[in-house]
Every structure is written in structure tokens, then in C-alpha cells.
């Protein structure tokens, strides 16, 4: 028999068992399905990742600076009094920009980071500050996925496509979605891996979307002051209703009172939309504009035993309301 017969010979059997095996798998989905038993689930779709994420998609995302976090004391403080302390100790920090609510202070390292947090506590001395960058998350909104799909489902596929997956839930809308479809927020860590998840294109089957999450101003639970979260807060203690230093918890305000503003004094909670304080308000934009709420940034000074009394000799400030340590 010639070369090529004999090829199509074993072509030919190898289609007659593939026809037989779709027939047998036929016949046994029919038989199942006879006896009230449902078949296997229909396979899912497949989830394709890009090679490189998209430089335009990564750039939706604030970058992670690996730097010391700031500092901001919530009361003005007469520095005079305590730097050379703090210089006695051998913390390294810049020379501190004065604002008209907060005092922003840089420090060297992460370490005296630390010393000075630790040192304020000690010294009940009101301050936030923000949480170690190398433990920040990145959180990604994935558009594009029906309503049916099982979240776990979801979890597993990224994970086996090593993309490493904090949380994953599904997000609230308010509104009725009419193509049945939903949003899942998913929580990944703030470096290389975690940033594989925006090679995603296609999830179980179905094209997705990334974005991030649109940011809401962000209120502290404990103090009342925009911009920080109670989790790094070491501020003074505000209720939200009226404005004296308890947790709103242990508010003793009853309904018929008026509320007072932690924050401007006025007559509404410290949550109140239009409030002057409030991101996002009109009058905060304004005030941000006038540099009324930011301390105004100078080049950084790292402050020694040398330069401190030159640094702090024409301080403005009122010593009569400022802490004296
Ligand atoms: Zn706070
Ligand atoms: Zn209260
Ligand atoms: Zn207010």
C-alpha cells in the first residue's frame, strides 16, 4: 500500500472514533437527561489576559510612592519648645510646613516615622497620618460580568491566573442594572503582582472593563476632619452630631436639639454636605485654592542642632493657643 493510503487509512479511523465518541457522549447526555438527571454544566468561557498591561490603564491609578507618610498636627504648636527635644532623642525630620488647620511634618525614615508618632502619643499631642505605603491595596472595579456568575468562581479563575485576590465582592449601585450585569470590586495588593490584574481582558468568558473606583471624600469617624481615616487617627474625639469631644456613640443629644458642626460650629452634623469643611463643598475648593486648608510647601530642610533656632526664630504664630510641651 502506498505511503499516502496508508496516512488517510489511520485519518479515516481516527475520524470514525471521534464520531462515535460524540455520538456515545450524545447519547449518554440524552440517557441522563431521561432519568432526570442533569448534565455536566456547560464548560465556561475562557479568561484571556494581555501580555503587558496597558501603560494608558495603569496610569488611572495613583502610583505608589514608597515615601515616609506625612505628619499633620491638629493644633498649632510652639516648636520651639519641643524640637530640640525631639532633636535630643535622634529623630530625623524636615522643617515643618505651617498651615492654618494642620502642621504637616516630614520625617527621614520610616523609623522616625515611628519614634515621632510614638512620641506625640506619649505626649497627647492631636495628629493623623496615613499607613505604610508597602501595605497599601489597589482596588479595581470590573465591569462587564453577568449577575449569575458565581463570585468564588470568579476568585479561583484570578487566582489561578496568579493574580493575588485580597477580597472580591460585588458592588452596591442603587441602580437597576437592565443588562443584567454587575460590579465587582476587587482588592489586590499594591505591587507587581497584584497589578496583574489589569491584564485582564476577557473573565470566564465575557469581555470586562477596568477602572478604578471613583474616589468619595473621606470623612474620619473619630475627629470629623476630611482627607484621613480614623484608622491612623490620633485626633481629638468628635461627635458627629454635636461637636463635642465624645464618640458619636455616647451622644446624649436628644432629637429636638440642634446639631453643631466639629468643624465650622455651625448648625448641622459634621457630615453635612455643604458644609464649608466638606471635600468636594464649593467653598472647600475655594478655600483650597487660597491655600486657606493646605500648608504651603517649602523646599525640604532636614532640621539639626545647627538650624533649628534660625528655622523657627520668625514664627507667627499665637503662643497664648499654642501647646507647649
Ligand atoms: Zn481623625
Ligand atoms: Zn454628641
Ligand atoms: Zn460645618
Known amino acids: 500500500m502506498p505511503k499516502k493510503d496508508k496516512k488517510k487509512e489511520r485519518k479515516d479511523k481516527k475520524n470514525v472514533k471521534k464520531t462515535n465518541d460524540a455520538a456515545a457522549a450524545a447519547a449518554i447526555t440524552a440517557a441522563l437527561l431521561q432519568c432526570n438527571i442533569s448534565p455536566q454544566p456547560m464548560p465556561k468561557g475562557d479568561t484571556i489576559l494581555s501580555d503587558e498591561i496597558e501603560p494608558n490603564l495603569l496610569s488611572k491609578w495613583p502610583k505608589l510612592r514608597l515615601k515616609v507618610p506625612p505628619i499633620f498636627l491638629h493644633q498649632p504648636v510652639d516648636f520651639e519648645h519641643y524640637v530640640k527635644k525631639i532633636l535630643n532623642k535622634g529623630i530625623k525630620f524636615y522643617q515643618p510646613n505651617r498651615g492654618k488647620v494642620y502642621t504637616r511634618i516630614m520625617c527621614e525614615t520610616f523609623n522616625d516615622h515611628k519614634r515621632l508618632t510614638q512620641y506625640f502619643d506619649k505626649e497627647q499631642i492631636p495628629y493623623h497620618t496615613f499607613g505604610n505605603p508597602t501595605k497599601r491595596k ?26 493575588p485576590i485580597i477580597r472580591l465582592h460585588k458592588m452596591k449601585t442603587g441602580e437597576v442594572r437592565r443588562d443584567n450585569s454587575m460590579l465587582v470590586l476587587a482588592v489586590v495588593p499594591h505591587d507587581e503582582k497584584g497589578k496583574h490584574i489589569l491584564r485582564v481582558k476577557q473573565l470566564l468568558g465575557h469581555k470586562v472593563v477596568l477602572e478604578p473606583p471613583r474616589d468619595k471624600p473621606k470623612q474620619c469617624y473619630r475627629c470629623q476632619k476630611w482627607g484621613h481615616s480614623q484608622r491612623y487617627c ?92
Open 138 to 163: 489597589m482596588k479595581v472595579v470590573i465591569r462587564g460580568l453577568p449577575e449569575a456568575l458565581d463570585l468564588d468562581e470568579i476568585k479561583e479563575t484570578l487566582k489561578s491566573n496568579s493574580i
Open 234 to 325: 490620633h485626633g481629638q474625639v468628635k461627635c458627629v452630631k454635636c461637636g463635642e469631644n465624645h464618640l458619636t456613640q455616647r451622644c446624649q443629644k436628644k432629637p429636638e436639639e440642634r446639631p453643631k458642626c466639629a468643624n465650622c460650629k455651625e448648625t448641622h452634623t459634621a457630615s453635612f454636605r455643604d458644609c464649608v469643611y466638606t471635600r468636594g463643598s464649593y467653598d472647600y475648593s475655594l478655600m483650597q485654592f487660597l491655600g486657606l486648608l493646605k500648608p504651603c510647601f517649602k523646599p525640604r530642610v532636614l532640621v539639626t542642632d545647627d538650624n533649628y533656632t534660625t528655622l523657627y526664630r520668625n514664627v507667627d504664630y499665637d503662643k497664648k493657643k499654642t501647646k507647649t510641651l
